[in-house]
């Protein structure tokens, strides 16, 4: 009988940290099978600009300091709720 616990924590370093010096073999009694995701993924919707309009998105975001993803987002979201 194995006396080890895995560790519990919601920091991924400390959860490295601790993978890096245990072997998973010595936690079999305390495994069990996950049927549905863990983890949601964001979807990823790509869209076709002309540079010009890649430029004057980059130049708003720029100029509001976010990324120009972030300020397309938020376009998208703001359109969303007024529908």
Do not use: C, Y
């Not at 560790?7 to 099978?33: G, M, R, V």
């Amino acid at each position: 009988m194995n006396s080890k616990a895995i560790h519990q924590s919601d920091s991924i370093q400390e959860l490295a940290n601790f993978w890096d010096s245990h072997d998973l073999t010595d936690f079999d009694s305390q495994l069990e099978e996950v049927t549905q995701p863990v983890f949601q993924r964001d979807a990823v919707l790509q869209i076709r600009l002309q540079p010009q309009e890649v430029e004057a998105v980059k130049k708003i975001a720029l100029s509001r300091g976010i990324d120009s993803t972030e300020l397309i987002r938020e376009w998208v979201l703001t359109q969303l709720r007024t529908a």
